[in-house]
């Protein structure tokens, strides 16, 4: 019997790719349904957020499932002219310019023309002359400039006023050297220069300048045909125009910045539709899967990018019995957290004089939302973030789930003979050196006895639901209850199973906690 079991198990394991490791799936045939929906609520609260804030024009989008599902305007792009916002109206959308400038390292990185671990002097010379804060400090690298990681001084102020800044006038600040706030590598801190100084490394590592690689490899291949870094070549009838809000409550335009060196760190212009396709784009990279990979990104190169490498803050507050907290930091050109709703959220804003802009999406809920406004520093991160409680009320926000992998099913069968008529050997053959060290036989098939004693007949509830490929639950529904059976296997090949719980359980519904050192998900208590 171990010999077929065992056999069994080695024949598994030279499954194909996709039945071996098969990639999560949505099983809600009523998802898109439930999810547009929720459309007329999103749509209110962007328009109260408008309204409340005063301004003059706003567009907003909705992706599911790689596809602008919905869209609304708000106001005028033009006060002069009370010209309407459309979905065709270009806003410029500053800082969300970062996670384009981060593709574009990416793709030179995986065509193998740099890597992240290059010292920045081998790109710009300047800096094998600079004085480093602390004479331990290792040279800086690419990897720290992407991530807010390179000690630079928080530049917002200064750095939205550099736009237009001219190669000329990089040299000369670098030639001057850069100050630094914070040690390099010990902790985040928001850099536009250090976004600037990555244009320049992909003007160097790819031989053109930075706009022209920039429209050729990635927003072109993207179909981003409406998008652009230079204002004036934006043809005035879709041009949205920037705005203050002046003490008095009247409105004083804009004037816009040309793009320059610093256009890498936030001189994108864009419209809704583009946005649409930007969204798609990084939401397709997930989840990980054998599907050909069409660029222009490598799709594992785009996840990178939605890793949290720099973590930046903690927050946390109780209020009426609930409590709310949130885990954020970096990425490379995202920022990147997770709180009591969502284990993984992607996000940018983007601010400059006249605009304000925000997008945000959850890799592994395969949606995303953005809005762009003609306010300064008005970008609607606040009404986005209110728009998933509105998307979750629809039950139609769900994430991926994954199914079990033939060594799962096979592993349940057999747990489930062993609930029934415990046997050593039979254990044996599908547990670890350690199962049966852990908890001898004779002490497992007395915990089982009782078990069964407290719920009567059992019979099998159900599939594996799969918590990874080497993780999972299943349930048994019993007579007087329900019982979770949780397993995970060993870093064997074959696999084996290395842990085994049996617990009665409240609700069918409840899923068991991972034993000790496994990853836990987002809990907050309300």
């Not at 490498?309 to 409590?323: E, I, Q, R």
């Not at 062993?418 to 007395?446: E, T």
Request: with cysteine; aromatic share 10%.
């Amino acid at each position: 019997m171990r010999l077929a079991l065992i056999s069994a198990l080695l024949f598994t394991r030279a499954l194909p790719a996709a039945e071996s490791y098969p990639a999560p799936r949505f099983t809600d045939p009523q998802r898109l349904e439930k999810l547009k929906s929720a459309m007329p609520e999103v749509d209110r609260l962007l328009r109260t957020y408008a309204t409340d804030n005063k301004i003059p024009g706003m567009v907003w989008g909705v992706v599911i499932d790689g596809k602008l599902e919905h869209t609304g305007t708000f106001g005028v792009r033009d006060r002069s002219t009370n010209a309407p916002v459309t979905v065709d109206t270009a806003f410029r959308i500053a800082s969300m310019t970062k996670s384009f400038t981060a593709l574009a390292i990416l793709k030179l990185r995986d065509q193998g023309k740099l890597s992240l671990e290059d010292p920045v002097s081998k790109w710009i010379p300047e800096f094998s002359r600079m004085e480093l804060p602390t004479r331990d400090t290792p040279p800086l690298r690419i990897r720290q400039l992407m991530s807010h990681s390179a000690g630079f001084p928080e530049d917002n102020p200064w750095g939205d006023q550099q736009l237009s800044a001219t190669d000329a006038m990089l040299d000369q600040w670098l030639r001057k050297g850069i100050p630094f706030s914070t040690a390099p590598g010990t902790r985040y801190e928001y850099s536009n220069y250090a976004f600037g100084l990555l244009g320049r490394i992909v003007t160097k590592a790819s031989s053109v300048d930075y706009e022209t690689y920039m429209r050729k490899e990635i927003l072109s291949k993207l179909g981003m045909d409406h998008t652009t870094y230079e204002f004036s070549s934006v043809e005035a009838s879709r041009r949205a125009v920037g705005y203050r809000l002046k003490p008095d409550g009247t409105y004083g335009e804009e004037p816009p910045l040309p793009h320059g060196v610093f256009g890498a760190m936030g001189g994108l212009l864009t419209t809704a539709n583009d946005m649409g396709r930007y969204l798609a784009f990084h939401l397709a990279a997930w989840p990980p899967r054998d599907d050909a990979d069409a660029g222009p990104v490598n799709r594992a190169s785009v996840r990178e990018m939605a890793h949290l490498w720099t973590p930046a803050n903690l927050t946390a507050s109780y209020s009426k019995g609930v409590l709310k907290a949130q885990e954020s930091g970096y990425g490379f050109g995202l920022r990147v957290s997770s709180d009591c709703r969502f284990e993984h959220i992607a996000a940018h804003g983007g601010g400059l004089p006249g605009f304000g802009s925000y997008m945000i999406w959850l890799p592994d809920y395969g949606v995303g939302m953005f809005a762009m406004a003609t306010l300064t520093y008005s970008g609607p991160a606040a009404a986005l973030n209110q728009a998933w409680d509105a998307l979750l009320a629809t039950g139609g926000l769900q994430k991926r789930e994954l199914p079990p992998t033939p060594l799962q099913s096979s592993m349940q069968k057999s747990i489930f003979n062993l609930w029934q008529k415990w046997d050593d050997n039979a254990a044996k053959a599908i547990g670890s050196m350690n199962l049966l060290l852990d908890m001898p036989g004779k002490d497992r098939s007395a915990e089982i006895q009782k078990l069964k004693t407290e719920v009567g007949d059992c019979r099998l509830a159900g599939p594996v639901r799969a918590e990874n490929w080497l993780r999972g639950q299943f349930n048994l529904s019993c007579t007087n209850g329900t019982v979770g059976v949780f397993f995970t296997m060993a870093p064997t090949q074959p696999p084996m199973v290395q842990h085994l719980t049996f617990q009665k359980l409240p609700s069918d519904a409840i899923k068991m906690g991972a034993p000790t050192g496994a990853p836990a998900g987002v809990a907050c208590t309300q």
